[in-house]
């Protein structure tokens, strides 16, 4: 089918076909969580200092005031403010995240569209004074369009290319697209421009680096940028960029099936469906999960503790398993490690985001609890690295251990609960400490009501 078919265009006929009275009620709700999560999570960039030296070197460069950057009272072009959002909400890596699949609860996709999606959707939106209903629209097929390509690109978080900085970018061009009242042929010269705007390696994640939050950004800023040039003029398209020849598939996946993007195209959407609970990669979550319910609501000091052993996969070990070198003080470090995420939960009950603090992570009881921390590569070949078994001996003898299947926060296997999500919520409000109480219970109320806002620049407002 892929082959008799211009995948770009089937899915672009039916993009400019579809009206918001078309989307499926759950994708709506769904959309609707997955912004409130995120403005929990802008809310908390700020408190990163390399956030904030990135906003302030691009915020001197100025230009037209055309959209927020969330939490700094600034507005910039629509390039950088949408740059600048996401470098905002990736800074603790705690955004919603894994491309679910076509079909209902089946296997995920690792990535991280909502990082991309959302900044892209805001920034647009509020630019054009969209209403709600533009909003929702464009962002569900956005986030469509990005899962359904990391799913048929067969994307793997041990590819040379990051899919933040390949599939994400087909998304917000689209979405940009859309809320900037692009026609279809023009759409098509965004996503040409796309295709040619694509990087990011995955090199950055294994060796823990600051740049790992550069191609989810740099996504955002260029769809953008493609959707402007094309409407500019730009439109002399590639006869099918998606799936063409040297085309978005052939250029950044391996071994890729171009079928799978039109699977139910235009009557179920699919998007992230993971709400994280905790402020680091998805594949230490796991690990956290076993450890905490081990733990069952307490926390131990070194000298109660013996040794922790955590039993993983070789594939988590060697992603994520890689060790903490005491003294690192960046909290992405602590994000991509399993001894420091282990060693933070028991020594403090829970893994937040106001842990991972320059004086928290080099905090002497941390160095002594990460010395007792052992992980083994000893789950079955093959298995998935959500399988954790974990043990804290005491000193005491006494010995707590929890076996993890699947870690909290997946919408069909273990989704959050009310009060967890909006614990999270309140949470990062709280230690982001530049949007008030009021401002977040009025976004909530907002986004809950999306439909019925006729301009999505009072949204923005609450967060700048």
């Known amino acids: 089918m892929a082959d008799a078919i211009n995948i770009t265009d089937y899915i672009l006929d039916r993009v400019f076909e579809i009206k918001y009275e078309d989307l499926e009620p759950e994708a709506i709700e769904r959309a609707k969580e997955r912004l409130i999560d995120s403005m929990g999570v802008l809310a908390i960039g700020a408190t990163i200092p390399d956030t904030r030296a990135t906003v302030e070197m691009v915020a001197a460069s100025g230009g037209v005031e055309e959209a927020s950057v969330a939490t700094f009272g600034i507005k910039l072009p629509m390039e950088a403010a949408a740059f600048l959002n996401a470098i905002i909400m990736r800074s603790y890596d705690f955004e919603a995240i894994d491309a679910e699949s076509i079909e209902v609860a089946g296997p995920t996709t690792a990535a991280h569209i909502s990082g991309t999606t959302v900044p892209t959707a805001l920034v647009a939106a509020e630019a054009m004074h969209a209403s709600g209903k533009d909003l929702l629209r464009a962002l569900i097929l956005g986030d469509d369009l990005t899962a359904r390509a990391l799913n048929a690109g067969c994307f793997s978080v041990h590819d040379n290319f990051d899919g933040n900085g390949t599939a994400n970018l087909l998304g917000s061009t ?45 996504s955002a800023k260029n769809g953008i940028f493609a959707a402007k040039l094309a409407k500019s003029g730009y439109v002399d398209c590639l006869s099918d960029p998606i799936n063409g020849p040297r085309g978005f598939f052939t250029l950044y996946y391996t071994n890729p099936k171009p079928e799978m993007m039109l699977e139910k195209y235009g009557e179920h ?5 993971v709400i994280k609970p905790w402020p680091s990669c998805r594949a230490t979550h796991a690990s956290i999960d076993s450890i905490l319910n081990a733990l069952d609501g307490k926390c131990y000091e070194p000298e109660e503790v013996k040794e922790i052993n955590v039993h993983i996969t070789q594939g988590s070990k060697n992603f994520v398993g890689q060790g903490f070198k005491f003294g690192m003080d960046k909290n992405f470090q602590g994000a991509f490690s399993i001894d420091f995420l282990v060693a933070t939960a028991v020594l403090r009950g829970n893994v937040k985001a106001a842990f991972f603090t320059p004086e928290m992570m080099t905090e002497d009881r941390l160095g002594k609890m990460l010395e007792k921390v052992n992980l083994i590569p000893d789950q079955p070949a093959g298995t998935t690295s959500f399988k954790v078994d974990s043990e804290i001996i005491l000193t005491d003898g006494t010995v707590l251990e929890y076996h993890t299947t699947y870690p909290l926060g997946d919408y069909y296997r ?19 400490g530049r949007v008030s109480k009021e401002n977040a219970d009025a976004m909530v109320a907002m986004i809950k009501d999306l439909e019925n806002l006729d301009d999505c620049a009072k949204l923005m407002d609450l967060i700048r």
């Open 174 to 218: 689209l979405i940009a697209s859309l809320l900037l009242g692009l026609t279809k042929e023009e759409t098509k010269g965004a996503l040409a421009v796309a295709i040619n705007e694509m990087s990011g390696s995955m090199q950055t994640v294994f060796e823990k680096t600051v740049i790992f939050k550069f191609p989810i950004s740099a």
């Open 414 to 432: 273990s989704r959050m609960t009310e009060e967890q999500f909006y614990a999270k919520y309140y949470d990062n409000i709280e230690f982001g």
């Open 269 to 273: 959407f699919i998007a992230d469906c």
